[in-house]
Protein backbone atom coordinates (compact mmCIF):
# COMPACT_ATOMS: atom_id res chain seq x y z
CA UNK A 1 0.00 0.00 0.00
CA UNK A 2 1.60 3.08 -0.88
CA UNK A 3 2.10 6.03 2.09
CA UNK A 4 -0.04 8.22 0.48
CA UNK A 5 -3.29 5.60 0.69
CA UNK A 6 -1.82 4.36 4.18
CA UNK A 7 -1.88 8.24 5.71
CA UNK A 8 -5.77 8.80 3.97
CA UNK A 9 -6.71 5.69 5.32
CA UNK A 10 -5.26 5.94 9.21
CA UNK A 11 -7.17 9.66 8.81
CA UNK A 12 -3.98 11.48 8.96
CA UNK A 13 -4.31 14.70 7.00
CA UNK A 14 -0.95 15.10 4.33
CA UNK A 15 -1.58 18.97 4.89
CA UNK A 16 -0.97 18.59 8.93
CA UNK A 17 2.20 16.28 7.90
CA UNK A 18 4.11 18.99 6.54
CA UNK A 19 6.21 22.29 7.18
CA UNK A 20 6.86 20.69 10.80
CA UNK A 21 10.73 20.20 12.31
CA UNK A 22 10.29 16.86 12.67
CA UNK A 23 11.34 15.09 9.70
CA UNK A 24 9.87 11.40 9.39
CA UNK A 25 11.98 9.55 7.18
CA UNK A 26 11.51 6.14 5.69
CA UNK A 27 13.97 3.54 6.30
CA UNK A 28 13.16 2.41 2.93
CA UNK A 29 15.25 4.13 1.61
CA UNK A 30 15.87 7.13 3.26
CA UNK A 31 13.17 9.45 1.53
CA UNK A 32 11.30 12.20 3.56
CA UNK A 33 7.90 11.27 4.29
CA UNK A 34 6.49 13.74 6.44
CA UNK A 35 7.53 17.01 8.33
CA UNK A 36 5.76 17.07 12.19
CA UNK A 37 5.70 19.86 14.08
CA UNK A 38 7.45 19.01 18.02
CA UNK A 39 5.38 19.83 21.23
CA UNK A 40 7.69 23.19 22.82
CA UNK A 41 8.11 21.83 26.55
CA UNK A 42 5.17 24.30 27.47
CA UNK A 43 2.71 22.56 24.82
CA UNK A 44 4.09 19.26 26.81
CA UNK A 45 3.46 20.78 30.16
CA UNK A 46 -0.33 21.59 29.16
CA UNK A 47 -0.70 18.11 27.63
CA UNK A 48 0.27 16.50 30.88
CA UNK A 49 -2.01 19.38 33.05
CA UNK A 50 -4.65 18.25 30.81
CA UNK A 51 -3.97 14.38 31.68
CA UNK A 52 -4.08 15.10 34.65
CA UNK A 53 -7.32 16.21 34.61
CA UNK A 54 -8.83 13.76 32.55
CA UNK A 55 -7.36 10.95 35.41
CA UNK A 56 -9.72 12.56 38.01
CA UNK A 57 -12.96 12.12 35.74
CA UNK A 58 -11.44 8.63 34.48
CA UNK A 59 -10.49 6.96 37.70
CA UNK A 60 -14.41 7.32 39.06
CA UNK A 61 -15.54 4.93 35.75
CA UNK A 62 -16.85 1.41 36.64
CA UNK A 63 -13.45 -0.60 35.60
CA UNK A 64 -15.61 -2.76 33.12
CA UNK A 65 -16.81 0.46 31.55
CA UNK A 66 -13.31 1.05 31.41
CA UNK A 67 -12.81 -2.31 29.53
CA UNK A 68 -15.65 -1.59 26.99
CA UNK A 69 -13.40 1.24 25.83
CA UNK A 70 -10.97 -1.11 25.15
CA UNK A 71 -12.76 -3.02 23.57
CA UNK A 72 -13.80 -0.94 21.09
CA UNK A 73 -10.43 0.47 20.41
CA UNK A 74 -9.57 -3.13 19.76
CA UNK A 75 -12.35 -3.27 17.18
CA UNK A 76 -11.09 0.09 15.48
CA UNK A 77 -7.70 -1.58 15.45
CA UNK A 78 -9.48 -4.98 13.86
CA UNK A 79 -10.71 -2.76 11.00
CA UNK A 80 -7.39 -0.63 10.32
CA UNK A 81 -4.92 -3.08 10.95
CA UNK A 82 -3.42 -3.56 7.08
CA UNK A 83 -3.16 0.25 7.12
CA UNK A 84 -1.71 0.48 10.27
CA UNK A 85 0.65 -2.19 9.82
CA UNK A 86 1.76 -1.38 6.40
CA UNK A 87 2.64 2.43 8.04
CA UNK A 88 5.10 0.43 10.53
CA UNK A 89 6.57 -1.22 7.15
CA UNK A 90 7.06 2.64 5.86
CA UNK A 91 8.13 4.29 9.17
CA UNK A 92 10.01 1.93 10.83
CA UNK A 93 11.06 -0.51 7.70
CA UNK A 94 9.45 -4.02 9.12
CA UNK A 95 8.33 -6.64 6.86
CA UNK A 96 4.68 -7.19 5.72
CA UNK A 97 4.14 -9.92 7.63
CA UNK A 98 5.87 -8.14 10.74
CA UNK A 99 3.82 -4.79 10.29
CA UNK A 100 0.74 -7.09 10.68
CA UNK A 101 1.99 -9.09 13.41
CA UNK A 102 2.80 -5.95 15.59
CA UNK A 103 -0.81 -4.62 14.82
CA UNK A 104 -2.40 -8.10 16.12
CA UNK A 105 -0.22 -7.87 19.35
CA UNK A 106 -2.38 -4.73 19.95
CA UNK A 107 -5.17 -6.22 19.28
CA UNK A 108 -4.34 -9.52 21.46
CA UNK A 109 -3.70 -6.77 24.78
CA UNK A 110 -7.08 -5.20 23.80
CA UNK A 111 -8.78 -8.56 24.04
CA UNK A 112 -6.67 -9.33 27.58
CA UNK A 113 -7.67 -5.86 28.82
CA UNK A 114 -11.15 -6.46 28.28
CA UNK A 115 -11.23 -9.13 30.12
CA UNK A 116 -9.07 -7.90 32.57
CA UNK A 117 -11.28 -4.93 33.44
CA UNK A 118 -14.19 -7.31 34.85
CA UNK A 119 -11.03 -9.18 37.35
CA UNK A 120 -8.66 -6.54 38.90
CA UNK A 121 -8.91 -8.56 42.64
CA UNK A 122 -7.76 -7.10 45.67
CA UNK A 123 -7.69 -10.24 48.37
CA UNK A 124 -9.36 -10.82 51.80
CA UNK A 125 -7.04 -11.12 54.52
CA UNK A 126 -7.75 -12.42 58.13
CA UNK A 127 -7.93 -9.97 61.03
CA UNK A 128 -6.32 -10.95 64.14
CA UNK A 129 -9.48 -8.88 65.44
CA UNK A 130 -12.85 -9.72 66.43
CA UNK A 131 -15.10 -8.19 64.12
CA UNK A 132 -13.20 -6.90 61.84
CA UNK A 133 -12.10 -7.45 58.24
CA UNK A 134 -8.92 -6.65 56.47
CA UNK A 135 -8.91 -6.28 52.48
CA UNK A 136 -6.89 -5.31 50.01
CA UNK A 137 -8.10 -2.56 46.93
CA UNK A 138 -6.73 -1.68 43.75
CA UNK A 139 -7.17 2.04 42.47
CA UNK A 140 -6.08 3.63 39.90
CA UNK A 141 -2.60 5.40 40.03
CA UNK A 142 -2.39 8.41 38.08
CA UNK A 143 -1.21 10.02 34.41
CA UNK A 144 0.96 7.01 32.94
CA UNK A 145 3.79 7.96 31.26
CA UNK A 146 4.91 6.09 28.32
CA UNK A 147 8.28 6.38 26.77
CA UNK A 148 8.78 3.80 23.65
CA UNK A 149 10.51 2.75 20.80
CA UNK A 150 11.22 2.70 17.44
CA UNK A 151 11.41 -0.85 16.60
CA UNK A 152 8.39 -1.96 18.70
CA UNK A 153 6.84 1.71 17.86
CA UNK A 154 2.82 0.65 18.31
CA UNK A 155 2.58 -2.73 20.33
CA UNK A 156 4.54 -2.07 23.30
CA UNK A 157 2.70 1.47 23.78
CA UNK A 158 -0.66 -0.67 23.76
CA UNK A 159 0.10 -2.88 26.03
CA UNK A 160 0.97 0.12 28.20
CA UNK A 161 -1.77 2.04 27.78
CA UNK A 162 -4.53 -0.80 27.22
CA UNK A 163 -3.59 -1.70 30.52
CA UNK A 164 -3.35 1.68 32.21
CA UNK A 165 -6.84 2.86 30.69
CA UNK A 166 -8.98 -1.05 32.32
CA UNK A 167 -6.88 0.19 35.63
CA UNK A 168 -8.67 3.56 35.58
CA UNK A 169 -5.56 5.60 34.32
CA UNK A 170 -4.70 8.38 31.78
CA UNK A 171 -1.68 8.16 29.39
CA UNK A 172 0.89 10.73 28.12
CA UNK A 173 2.59 8.81 25.56
CA UNK A 174 6.53 10.22 24.11
CA UNK A 175 7.70 7.91 21.17
CA UNK A 176 11.09 7.58 19.67
CA UNK A 177 10.97 10.97 17.56
CA UNK A 178 11.75 7.88 14.64
CA UNK A 179 7.97 6.88 14.60
CA UNK A 180 5.77 9.93 15.16
CA UNK A 181 3.65 8.88 12.45
CA UNK A 182 2.74 5.62 13.63
CA UNK A 183 1.99 7.62 17.20
CA UNK A 184 0.00 10.17 15.33
CA UNK A 185 -2.16 7.16 13.50
CA UNK A 186 -2.52 5.12 16.83
CA UNK A 187 -4.32 8.89 18.72
CA UNK A 188 -6.61 8.70 15.89
CA UNK A 189 -7.45 5.17 15.64
CA UNK A 190 -7.86 5.21 19.66
CA UNK A 191 -10.02 8.82 19.38
CA UNK A 192 -12.41 6.96 17.05
CA UNK A 193 -12.80 4.50 19.89
CA UNK A 194 -13.82 7.35 22.21
CA UNK A 195 -15.82 9.02 20.45
CA UNK A 196 -17.99 5.62 19.42
CA UNK A 197 -17.86 5.24 23.57
CA UNK A 198 -19.43 8.35 23.95
CA UNK A 199 -18.06 9.97 27.47
CA UNK A 200 -14.34 9.06 27.81
CA UNK A 201 -12.72 12.15 29.24
CA UNK A 202 -11.09 14.58 26.71
CA UNK A 203 -6.99 14.13 27.48
CA UNK A 204 -7.07 10.48 28.04
CA UNK A 205 -4.80 9.91 25.75
CA UNK A 206 -2.25 12.66 24.61
CA UNK A 207 0.97 12.29 22.17
CA UNK A 208 3.68 14.12 22.91
CA UNK A 209 6.16 14.55 19.84
CA UNK A 210 9.77 15.28 20.05
CA UNK A 211 13.17 14.46 21.06
CA UNK A 212 14.91 14.14 24.68
CA UNK A 213 13.99 17.54 25.76
CA UNK A 214 10.32 16.57 25.77
CA UNK A 215 10.81 13.23 26.93
CA UNK A 216 12.65 14.85 29.89
CA UNK A 217 9.38 17.15 30.70
CA UNK A 218 7.60 13.82 31.25
CA UNK A 219 10.25 12.27 33.20
CA UNK A 220 10.29 15.23 35.66
CA UNK A 221 6.67 16.28 35.88
CA UNK A 222 5.43 15.33 39.26
CA UNK A 223 2.26 13.71 38.17
CA UNK A 224 3.03 11.40 36.57
CA UNK A 225 2.89 8.69 38.58
CA UNK A 226 4.56 5.93 36.49
CA UNK A 227 7.09 6.13 33.76
CA UNK A 228 6.69 3.37 31.75
CA UNK A 229 9.76 3.64 29.47
CA UNK A 230 11.08 0.59 26.88
CA UNK A 231 14.58 1.56 25.02
CA UNK A 232 18.45 1.21 25.53
CA UNK A 233 20.05 0.47 28.97
CA UNK A 234 21.90 3.90 28.94
CA UNK A 235 18.16 5.72 28.87
CA UNK A 236 17.43 3.66 31.65
CA UNK A 237 19.91 4.51 33.63
CA UNK A 238 18.86 8.32 33.14
CA UNK A 239 15.05 7.71 33.53
CA UNK A 240 15.03 5.70 36.76
CA UNK A 241 16.77 7.38 39.06
CA UNK A 242 15.17 10.69 37.72
CA UNK A 243 11.46 9.69 38.33
CA UNK A 244 12.63 7.78 41.97
CA UNK A 245 14.21 11.37 42.82
CA UNK A 246 10.84 12.82 42.61
CA UNK A 247 9.36 9.33 44.05
CA UNK A 248 7.93 8.10 40.81
CA UNK A 249 7.22 4.99 40.14
CA UNK A 250 9.30 3.36 36.68
CA UNK A 251 9.07 0.34 35.12
CA UNK A 252 11.55 -0.32 32.61
CA UNK A 253 12.14 -2.45 30.05
CA UNK A 254 15.41 -2.21 28.74
CA UNK A 255 18.43 -3.93 26.65
CA UNK A 256 18.49 -7.64 26.10
CA UNK A 257 21.03 -9.97 25.04
CA UNK A 258 19.79 -12.94 24.67
CA UNK A 259 20.98 -16.14 24.51
CA UNK A 260 20.18 -19.86 23.09
CA UNK A 261 21.90 -23.08 24.52
CA UNK A 262 22.06 -26.08 21.88
CA UNK A 263 22.62 -29.19 23.29
CA UNK A 264 24.00 -32.39 21.90
CA UNK A 265 20.34 -33.51 21.48
CA UNK A 266 18.68 -30.65 19.96
CA UNK A 267 16.89 -31.12 17.34
CA UNK A 268 18.69 -29.05 15.01
CA UNK A 269 15.79 -28.25 12.42
CA UNK A 270 13.91 -27.03 14.69
CA UNK A 271 16.77 -25.29 16.63
CA UNK A 272 17.97 -23.86 12.80
CA UNK A 273 14.51 -22.29 11.95
CA UNK A 274 14.08 -20.82 15.48
CA UNK A 275 17.78 -19.52 14.97
CA UNK A 276 16.52 -17.69 11.92
CA UNK A 277 13.34 -16.18 12.91
CA UNK A 278 14.79 -15.04 16.15
CA UNK A 279 18.58 -13.68 15.24
CA UNK A 280 17.65 -11.90 11.56
CA UNK A 281 13.36 -11.21 12.10
CA UNK A 282 13.09 -7.21 12.30
CA UNK A 283 16.54 -6.97 11.07
CA UNK A 284 18.05 -8.09 14.53
CA UNK A 285 16.14 -5.09 16.08
CA UNK A 286 14.04 -6.47 18.82
CA UNK A 287 15.01 -5.98 22.54
CA UNK A 288 14.13 -10.05 22.39
CA UNK A 289 16.23 -10.74 19.24
CA UNK A 290 18.79 -13.67 19.24
CA UNK A 291 22.47 -12.18 19.79
CA UNK A 292 24.48 -15.32 21.37
CA UNK A 293 24.27 -18.78 20.36
CA UNK A 294 26.11 -21.25 22.69
CA UNK A 295 26.10 -25.09 21.28
CA UNK A 296 28.05 -27.87 22.90
CA UNK A 297 31.29 -28.32 20.90
CA UNK A 298 30.50 -31.52 19.32
CA UNK A 299 27.79 -30.56 17.20
CA UNK A 300 29.14 -27.03 16.21
CA UNK A 301 29.91 -28.50 13.19
CA UNK A 302 26.66 -29.54 12.08
CA UNK A 303 24.27 -26.66 13.08
CA UNK A 304 27.01 -23.94 11.55
CA UNK A 305 27.25 -25.19 7.95
CA UNK A 306 23.47 -25.53 8.01
CA UNK A 307 22.91 -22.09 9.67
CA UNK A 308 25.45 -20.44 7.30
CA UNK A 309 23.47 -22.00 3.92
CA UNK A 310 20.19 -20.36 5.40
CA UNK A 311 22.22 -16.98 6.03
CA UNK A 312 23.30 -17.06 2.49
CA UNK A 313 19.92 -17.31 0.93
CA UNK A 314 18.09 -14.76 3.11
CA UNK A 315 15.24 -12.53 0.83
CA UNK A 316 16.78 -9.36 1.90
CA UNK A 317 15.29 -5.85 0.51
CA UNK A 318 12.14 -3.77 0.47
CA UNK A 319 9.75 -4.91 3.33
CA UNK A 320 6.76 -3.97 1.48
CA UNK A 321 7.66 -6.73 -0.88
CA UNK A 322 5.67 -9.86 0.48
CA UNK A 323 8.80 -12.23 -0.33
CA UNK A 324 11.68 -10.15 1.63
CA UNK A 325 11.90 -11.38 5.39
CA UNK A 326 14.90 -8.51 6.25
CA UNK A 327 14.66 -5.38 5.94
CA UNK A 328 16.37 -2.25 6.62
CA UNK A 329 17.95 -0.82 9.47
CA UNK A 330 16.25 2.01 10.86
CA UNK A 331 19.06 4.66 9.85
CA UNK A 332 23.06 5.06 8.96
CA UNK A 333 23.95 5.28 12.63
CA UNK A 334 22.97 1.91 13.61
CA UNK A 335 24.56 1.31 10.41
CA UNK A 336 27.64 2.41 11.41
CA UNK A 337 27.50 0.51 15.04
CA UNK A 338 27.15 -2.65 13.91
CA UNK A 339 30.15 -1.89 11.48
CA UNK A 340 32.01 -0.98 14.59
CA UNK A 341 30.86 -3.81 16.50
CA UNK A 342 31.66 -6.09 14.03
CA UNK A 343 35.20 -4.20 13.69
CA UNK A 344 35.82 -5.09 17.58
CA UNK A 345 34.58 -8.54 17.22
CA UNK A 346 36.84 -9.16 14.70
CA UNK A 347 39.91 -7.53 16.65
CA UNK A 348 39.08 -9.90 19.85
CA UNK A 349 39.28 -13.10 17.51
CA UNK A 350 35.86 -13.32 15.89
CA UNK A 351 35.72 -14.83 12.10
CA UNK A 352 33.19 -12.98 11.13
CA UNK A 353 30.94 -14.18 8.07
CA UNK A 354 28.28 -11.44 6.40
CA UNK A 355 27.65 -8.01 7.23
CA UNK A 356 28.31 -5.79 4.73
CA UNK A 357 25.97 -3.37 3.30
CA UNK A 358 23.62 -4.67 0.33
CA UNK A 359 22.60 -2.64 -2.46
CA UNK A 360 18.97 -2.65 -3.06
CA UNK A 361 17.52 -1.45 -6.10
CA UNK A 362 15.15 1.88 -6.14
CA UNK A 363 15.97 1.64 -2.04
CA UNK A 364 19.60 3.04 -2.24
CA UNK A 365 18.89 6.01 0.49
CA UNK A 366 18.23 2.82 2.64
CA UNK A 367 20.72 0.65 4.86
CA UNK A 368 20.36 -2.52 4.43
CA UNK A 369 23.03 -5.59 5.70
CA UNK A 370 23.87 -9.31 5.24
CA UNK A 371 23.29 -10.72 8.66
CA UNK A 372 26.47 -11.58 10.29
CA UNK A 373 27.47 -14.48 12.19
CA UNK A 374 30.57 -14.10 14.09
CA UNK A 375 32.10 -17.31 15.26
CA UNK A 376 34.04 -16.10 18.91
CA UNK A 377 36.98 -17.92 20.87
CA UNK A 378 35.36 -17.23 23.72
CA UNK A 379 32.69 -14.92 25.40
CA UNK A 380 34.87 -11.69 24.80
CA UNK A 381 33.38 -8.28 25.99
CA UNK A 382 32.00 -7.37 22.84
CA UNK A 383 29.94 -10.51 22.76
CA UNK A 384 28.76 -9.08 26.41
CA UNK A 385 27.59 -6.38 24.80
CA UNK A 386 23.90 -5.30 22.94
CA UNK A 387 24.73 -3.84 19.09
CA UNK A 388 21.12 -3.32 18.42
CA UNK A 389 21.49 -4.98 14.57
CA UNK A 390 21.70 -8.58 13.25
CA UNK A 391 24.58 -9.57 14.79
CA UNK A 392 24.83 -13.42 15.84
CA UNK A 393 28.07 -14.61 17.93
CA UNK A 394 28.91 -18.51 18.21
CA UNK A 395 30.45 -19.51 21.48
CA UNK A 396 31.02 -23.41 22.46
CA UNK A 397 30.95 -25.41 25.44
CA UNK A 398 31.91 -28.55 26.80
CA UNK A 399 30.22 -28.62 30.22
CA UNK A 400 26.38 -28.13 30.43
CA UNK A 401 27.15 -26.33 33.86
CA UNK A 402 29.80 -24.05 31.43
CA UNK A 403 27.14 -23.26 29.18
CA UNK A 404 24.89 -21.37 31.48
CA UNK A 405 27.77 -19.85 33.24
CA UNK A 406 28.12 -18.52 29.80
CA UNK A 407 24.38 -17.73 29.24
CA UNK A 408 23.95 -15.85 32.66
CA UNK A 409 27.67 -13.96 32.43
CA UNK A 410 26.36 -11.02 30.48
CA UNK A 411 24.72 -7.39 32.13
CA UNK A 412 21.24 -8.24 30.50
CA UNK A 413 18.62 -10.67 31.38
CA UNK A 414 15.50 -10.65 29.51
CA UNK A 415 15.10 -13.54 27.20
CA UNK A 416 16.46 -16.93 26.62
CA UNK A 417 16.15 -20.29 25.39
CA UNK A 418 17.50 -23.91 25.24
CA UNK A 419 17.46 -26.32 22.61
CA UNK A 420 17.08 -30.27 24.19
CA UNK A 421 15.35 -32.98 24.22
CA UNK A 422 17.36 -34.14 27.88
CA UNK A 423 14.62 -33.40 30.34
CA UNK A 424 17.36 -32.27 32.81
CA UNK A 425 19.01 -29.93 30.86
CA UNK A 426 15.38 -28.64 30.21
CA UNK A 427 14.35 -28.05 33.60
CA UNK A 428 17.82 -26.77 35.21
CA UNK A 429 17.86 -24.17 32.49
CA UNK A 430 14.28 -23.30 34.20
CA UNK A 431 15.09 -23.50 37.53
CA UNK A 432 16.68 -21.15 40.36
CA UNK A 433 19.93 -22.13 39.46
CA UNK A 434 19.20 -21.59 35.46
CA UNK A 435 18.46 -18.78 33.41
CA UNK A 436 18.71 -15.36 35.34
CA UNK A 437 16.51 -14.07 32.46
CA UNK A 438 13.16 -12.86 32.85
CA UNK A 439 11.69 -14.79 29.98
CA UNK A 440 13.39 -18.92 29.63
CA UNK A 441 11.99 -20.80 26.57
CA UNK A 442 12.73 -24.54 25.94
CA UNK A 443 12.96 -25.66 22.16
CA UNK A 444 11.79 -22.40 21.13
CA UNK A 445 13.55 -19.42 20.05
CA UNK A 446 14.16 -15.95 22.63
CA UNK A 447 11.98 -13.45 20.75
CA UNK A 448 8.00 -12.96 19.52
CA UNK A 449 6.67 -13.78 23.03
CA UNK A 450 2.67 -14.07 23.50
CA UNK A 451 1.03 -11.62 25.32
CA UNK A 452 -0.17 -13.14 28.03
CA UNK A 453 2.64 -13.95 29.67
CA UNK A 454 4.50 -10.92 31.83
CA UNK A 455 6.82 -9.29 29.46
CA UNK A 456 10.42 -7.92 30.52
CA UNK A 457 13.80 -9.02 32.71
CA UNK A 458 16.47 -8.47 35.27
CA UNK A 459 19.78 -6.95 35.50
CA UNK A 460 20.54 -4.04 33.39
CA UNK A 461 17.05 -5.20 31.56
CA UNK A 462 15.43 -2.70 34.09
CA UNK A 463 13.61 -5.36 36.27
CA UNK A 464 10.27 -4.36 34.95
CA UNK A 465 7.29 -6.22 33.89
CA UNK A 466 4.51 -5.16 30.95
CA UNK A 467 1.92 -6.81 29.40
CA UNK A 468 -0.27 -10.26 30.48
CA UNK A 469 -0.14 -12.18 33.82
CA UNK A 470 -0.29 -9.66 36.57
CA UNK A 471 1.89 -7.15 35.45
CA UNK A 472 -1.09 -4.46 36.01
CA UNK A 473 -0.42 -4.09 39.40
CA UNK A 474 2.70 -1.58 38.82
CA UNK A 475 -0.31 0.70 37.10
CA UNK A 476 -2.71 0.53 39.86
CA UNK A 477 -1.78 1.30 43.64
CA UNK A 478 -3.00 -0.74 46.37
CA UNK A 479 -4.72 -0.17 49.56
CA UNK A 480 -5.05 -1.64 52.06
CA UNK A 481 -8.32 -1.97 54.47
CA UNK A 482 -9.40 -2.23 57.71
CA UNK A 483 -12.76 -2.30 58.75
CA UNK A 484 -14.07 -2.79 62.46
CA UNK A 485 -18.00 -3.80 62.47
CA UNK A 486 -17.80 -4.73 66.09
CA UNK A 487 -18.57 -2.65 68.95
CA UNK A 488 -15.61 -2.54 70.64
CA UNK A 489 -12.17 -1.20 69.65
CA UNK A 490 -9.37 -4.12 70.00
CA UNK A 491 -6.04 -2.92 69.08
CA UNK A 492 -3.75 -4.92 67.18
CA UNK A 493 -0.73 -7.00 68.30
CA UNK A 494 -2.90 -7.31 71.91
CA UNK A 495 -1.87 -3.65 73.12
CA UNK A 496 -3.66 -2.43 76.13
CA UNK A 497 -4.32 1.35 75.66
CA UNK A 498 -7.21 1.74 78.04
CA UNK A 499 -8.28 5.47 78.73
C1 LIG B 1 10.68 -5.20 22.08
O1 LIG B 1 11.51 -5.51 21.23
O2 LIG B 1 10.78 -4.12 22.71
O3 LIG B 1 8.73 -10.83 22.23
C2 LIG B 1 9.45 -5.97 22.35
C3 LIG B 1 8.86 -10.13 21.22
C4 LIG B 1 7.78 -9.11 20.95
C5 LIG B 1 8.00 -7.86 21.74
C6 LIG B 1 9.38 -7.29 21.64
N1 LIG B 1 6.50 -9.70 21.30
O4 LIG B 1 9.82 -10.20 20.47
Not at 246 to 263: K, P, Q, Y
Not at 341 to 350: H, M, P, R, T
Not at 433 to 462: H, L, M, R, Y
Amino acid sequence: MSITKVLKQLGLNAKDLKGGDLIARSPIDGRVMAKVKSDSKASAVKKIARSAEAFSAWRAMPAPQRGELIRLFGEELRAHKEALGALVSHEVGKIVQEGLGEVQEMIDICDFAVGLSRQLYGLTVASERPGHRMMETWHPLGVVGVISAFNFPVAVWSWNTAIAIVCGNSVVWKPSDKNPLTALACQKIFEKAAKRFGNAPKGLLEVLIGGREIGEVLVDDKRVALVSATGSTRMGREVGPRVAARFGRSLLELGGNNAMIVCPSADLELAVRAITFSAVGTAGQRCTTLRRVIVHESIKDKLLPRLKKIYGNLPIGNPLNGKTLVGPLIDEASFNRMQSSLKVAEEQGGKITGGQRVKVKDCEGGFYVQPAIAEMPGQTEIVREETFAPILYVVTYKKFEDALALQNDVPQGLSSCIFTQDLREAETFLSAQGSDCGIANVNIGPSGAEIGGAFGGEKETGGGRESGSDAWRAYMRRATNTINYSDSLPLAQGIKFDV
